[in-house]
């Protein structure tokens, strides 16, 4: 079973709209989670981080994480053509990247 | 400059060819690692490295090996290509500081195929 799970697969948000992307872990030492954004032909890229209980805010993207159901979201306002991308949740026992597993990746597209 | 990268980026492979996908990185960073990426599979890792001749096996190394001889340098090799190792190869790198400065930093990866 996947330890981290990712939905929806995929995700057509208009332009200026709002996405939201949900991510579990069903494996409870993983309390520290990651997002990492892929755009076509590229690798993927750390966009943020959360380890605490609530919310962060970067720009247009806000991350919720709710340690008790180890439930983590992305949301991301006003949605551009540049947040078309592949976006995985990646999650560890501690703060450190060496332990990080990642999802299977919801695909955003965002269109005009 | 902060920029992990990744040679070659394509290559086509006979199998039973041996391949050499190569990483640097510009950051000092202690740890490194060896991802692959398949459609519908997500990320795998395939070794990971804490520093010069300091290699583990990650989730599937079978079939895979790594050298490290210097900290901005970590290799990967495939004696004999199957191709069922047909892939895209991803490396990266984190230094060994916690939170935000133990992100993971991607090269732009190596596409195989192996016919």
């Known amino acids: 079973q996947q330890k981290v799970q990712q939905s929806p697969e995929s995700l057509s948000v208009p332009e200026g709209g709002m996405a939201s992307l949900n991510c579990t872990s069903s494996?409870?030492?993983?309390?520290y989670f990651w997002w990492y954004r892929q755009h076509s032909g590229e690798g993927p890229k750390a966009l943020m981080?959360?380890?605490?209980?609530g919310d962060k805010k970067e720009g247009r993207f806000t991350a919720h994480l709710n340690k008790a159901s180890l439930h983590v979201s992305l949301h991301i306002r006003d949605s551009q053509p540049s947040d078309s991308a592949l976006y995985f949740c990646a999650a560890s026992e501690s703060n450190y990247a060496q332990g990080l597993t990642f999802g299977l990746g919801t695909r955003v597209s965002v269109f005009p | 400059d902060m920029k992990v990268t990744q040679m070659p980026r394509y290559l086509i492979k006979r199998m039973g060819e041996n391949v050499l996908l190569e990483c640097g990185q510009d950051m000092s960073h202690e740890t490194m690692y060896w991802y692959r990426q398949d459609p519908g599979l997500g990320l795998q890792l395939i070794y990971i490295?804490?520093?010069?001749?300091?290699?583990s096996e990650g989730d599937i190394p079978k079939g895979y090996r790594v050298s490290r001889k210097k900290r901005e340098h970590f290799s990967l090799i495939l004696d004999s290509a199957k191709t069922n190792q047909t892939s895209v190869y991803f490396c990266?790198?984190?230094?060994?500081?916690?939170?935000?400065?133990?992100?993971?930093?991607f090269g732009e990866g190596s596409k195989l195929t192996v016919l």
């Open positions: 494996d409870r030492n993983f309390q």
């Open positions: 490295s804490y520093d010069v001749d300091s290699n």
């Open positions: 981080s959360i380890f605490s209980d």
């Open positions: 990266a790198s984190s230094s060994l500081g916690g939170g935000d400065t133990g992100q993971l930093y």
